[in-house]
T-cell receptor, first 111, second 115 residues
């Protein structure tokens, strides 16, 4: 079954510290993975996708097919990074892809 | 604001009542999705439209739920005979493109509380 697991409900770090938000997936096939972010009182928005291999707001994520992981990393956390982060994969059933989300990790960056 | 909009933003209803939510996607986006998010969970897929055609429905979408997108633009999600377990945030997303180029843009959601 297709599944996304985010083992940490809450991650608290100090400003300037490295941060890693863990994401593991289960998917039969070649996955397309995403990180979505939801800042306080804002809507869910795409942060990055693995296929583009880009860095957004200093965040990167590498797909590791051997470990079935797609961890989100940032070398130096900022207070404005505090938000809810969701890892997701696209599941293609029929003609389209719907997103399957993990339960999310709340990142709190302390001053 | 040219993003996805949803109305109402909040809805409180009594068990057994019917409710209807509206989603206005980004103009010219041909794909529209409904998700449901309960406390402590990520969004869960409910249903999907390509233009006016409803192409897929999740097992989560019981027969009390119905969704429409009559002209391929806005969509409505109706819940009949609401139950307390229907209390959740209902999210709408729209997208264009397909495959690796598709990006789903989410609305602010409608928070439903069933008393």
């Amino acid at each position: 079954a297709q599944r996304v697991t985010q083992p940490e409900k809450l991650l608290s770090v100090f400003k300037g510290a490295p941060v890693e938000l863990k994401c593991n997936y289960s998917y039969s096939g070649s996955p397309e993975l995403f990180w979505y972010v939801q800042y306080s009182r804002q809507r869910l928005q795409l942060l990055l996708r693995h296929i583009s291999r880009e860095s957004i707001k200093g965040f990167t994520a590498d797909l590791n097919k051997g470990e079935t992981s797609f961890h989100l990393k940032k070398p130096f956390a900022q207070e404005e990074d505090s938000a809810m982060y969701y890892c997701a994969l696209i599941h293609y059933g029929g003609s389209q892809g719907n997103l399957i989300f993990g339960k999310g990790t709340k990142l709190s960056v302390k001053p | 604001d040219t993003g996805v909009s949803q109305d109402p933003r909040h809805k409180i209803t009594k068990r057994g009542q019917n409710v209807t939510f509206r989603c206005d996607p980004i103009s010219e986006h041909n794909r529209l999705y409904w998700y449901r998010q309960t406390l402590g969970q990520g969004p869960e897929f409910l249903t999907y439209f390509q233009n006016e055609a409803q192409l897929e429905k999740s097992r989560l979408l019981s027969d009390r739920f119905s969704a429409e997108r009559p002209k391929g633009s806005f969509s409505t999600l109706e819940i009949q005979r609401t139950e307390q377990g229907d209390s959740a945030m209902y999210l709408c997303a729209s997208s264009s493109g397909a495959g690796v180029t598709e990006t789903q843009y989410f609305g602010p959601g409608t928070r439903l509380l069933v008393l």
